[in-house]
């Protein structure tokens, strides 16, 4: 990566992020106070940062009210060439598009309120009817208006009892609907009550809507003469959701447009946060690959009518008198650029999650293609499952390629699609090896097992000489791989010239985890005595001198990590044989209940033991080998870019 300064005159500053946008080789940062060119300030962008982001809120606002979905977009003729004037656009249009909805959502909203308090009301007289009260019986009694209206939530009970109060306990009280703030309400009472009750309402700051009035004496005839108004409301309401879906139809395209442009302004604001400029000029720091510096100057030059330049930087290091380079000299990081190919990206991402590649260190995902499916099938051989796992990992590459939406969880096991495959490829591999179909012979006519770890082990009388072996085969892999992190260590350091830390970094560790190993297989061969050591003394100086060289040349919790290690970090690898024994044991012990027991069995062995497995070799990953030589202190080659900017012109 090359790090780059791009002076850009003002008036092309569009083109300039727009060509950036569509290259993508542009990884912006900001320019540090002290790399402020004299006469320069920093780029004032709060303002338009929050009239975009504001603006992009109201466009999402609007989309969800008119529920926009997969649409067209309208090719706008928007002011793209001017930052302000494509934010004074976007403002705009977008109020022009608001205003239409809020006044289709005032008029739902008064609808709403009228059906709900003619519900109440068609209740309330359905009541009456089943009673045998009229009308006419309730007016003897005064009962000849109404109030209907809305008031805030803390309101309505001071309401409710002060006009139960005023109308000396002859009220109605109802609510007809709730919102996040206020209630709204329908109550009836005599008509010698009304104005003081009208008084008190309107004091207590509620809103009155029109009475009901002129309906018939008879319940039952007032009661259809609501229901009419009500299949009324209805038949109004369906207008009005045939006139959103217009609205929707006629103004999703432009809507569309308008939200993209927003990203686009957006992405503009950011860019400009860490910039610096003057009353004519801009200035942008960034990193961009370094084979393509050249390329890059020569088509910005052209997408900005030559007024723009790029300038590489030149970075020094300078030592400190012990040799080290002090904190306030070294050269910025630069950004990872990772390359892998696509099929490759499920495991990319479980390295990123650990910590994204630097450029001082090797990534593990090459390796990984062989050692995670190859710790997968150690401790997962199986040659059905392993088919059905290669099977559900195509049927999932199939979703993912044919970009089919599929439920949150789901999406997650789809985006992991070739690693599945890879590990259903690992278990099947090793199926073959162990001999294993289901927890049964492989029905293959002429087969046998190469190897069975499990071969006697569950016979009335046990035989776990294979089990023995296959615990012993496990512990040298574990080796072998705890030995190729420390290799990658070292390489790490002398391709960075770090000679010195090699040879008493990884180098020795290297030295002091062979003659670890090589002792303790002495001691274990000759049955656990440890006093075959003492006939060999130049074993455990062979132990101790590399010990040394680590605590002078890394200090002592360097000694006490790779000491407590070359134990701790070998026996982990015995879960292979663990987890190994486990899965046919499982399948062993479900097989008694039959043909019922041995599908059971299988599921659960797929469904749990296969995710628990798949923890374990990623443990075996980040702990015990990650811990050797990677760190993953990098961050992400993130470039500059506008969302489908080619949809307006430009």
Known sequence: MQQVSIIVAKDQLPNLLGYAGSKRLFHLTEIEDNGIPEGAKRYEALELQAKSSTIKSRLTTLTTALNVSESTFENLDAPVGNIGALTKFLDEETGKLEHSVRELEGVEGKLQTEKEQASELSRFLSGLENVGVS????????????????????????????LDRITQGNLIFAITNTSENTQ?????????????????????????????TGLPSDPKQAKEAVDLRLADLDSESKNLEEKRARIAEENGPRIKALAILSEILESRTKALEGSSSTESTV??????????????????????????????EETKSRLDHSGEEPASARDPQPPTL???????????????NFGIPSYS??????????????????????????????????????????????????????????????????????????????????????????FSPTAGAFDKIPNTTNLILYMEFVLFFGVAHYLSGLGISAYNKIRNHEYRHAFLGPISWIWFYSMFIYAAVLVV??????????????????????????GYGEGGLHVMEAFIGAGSNTLSYLRIWALNLADFAVKFAFASFGIGGIIAGNALVMILEGLIVFVQTLRLHWVEWFSKFYEGTGHAFAPYQEPMSWIVPN
Not at 184 to 194: C, D, K, R, S, Y
Not at 532 to 539: D, K, R, Y
């Open 283 to 312: 200035l942008f720091q960034a990193w961009i690959p370094k084979t393509q510096v050249k390329a890059v100057a020569e088509d910005l030059s052209k997408a900005t009518n030559g007024l723009a330049s790029i300038y590489a």
């Open 338 to 352: 990772v390359k892998t190919p696509g099929w490759t990206r499920p495991l990319q991402s479980i390295v990123d």
């Open 184 to 212: 709204t309400f329908l109550a009836l009472f005599p008509a010698p009550f009304q104005d003081d009750a009208k008084q008190m309402t309107t004091a207590l700051g509620a809103k009155l809507g029109p009475p009901w």
């Open 525 to 550: 061969t000759s049955g656990f005595k440890f006093s075959v050591l003492l006939a060999n003394p130049l074993v455990p100086v062979l132990v101790f001198v590399p010990l040394g060289l680590m």
């Open 361 to 450: 260190e090797t990534n593990p995902t090459p390796f990984m293609i062989l050692t995670f499916p190859l710790i997968y099938g150690l401790m997962f051989g199986d040659i059905g499952e392993g088919l059905l796992f290669l099977a559900f990992g195509f049927f999932l590459l199939y979703v993912k390629r044919r970009k089919i939406k599929v439920f949150e969880i789901g999406q997650i096991f789809v985006n992991g699609a070739e690693l599945v495959i890879m590990l259903g490829i690992g278990a099947t591999i090793f199926g073959f090896v162990f001999g294993d179909f289901f927890g049964f012979d492989p029905p293959i006519p002429g087969y046998h097992a190469i």
């Open 135 to 162: 009308l006419d019986a309730i007016a003897g009694r005064g009962f000849l208006t109404s109030l209907v209206g809305e008031a805030g939530l803390e309101t309505i009970p001071t309401l409710q009892k002060d």
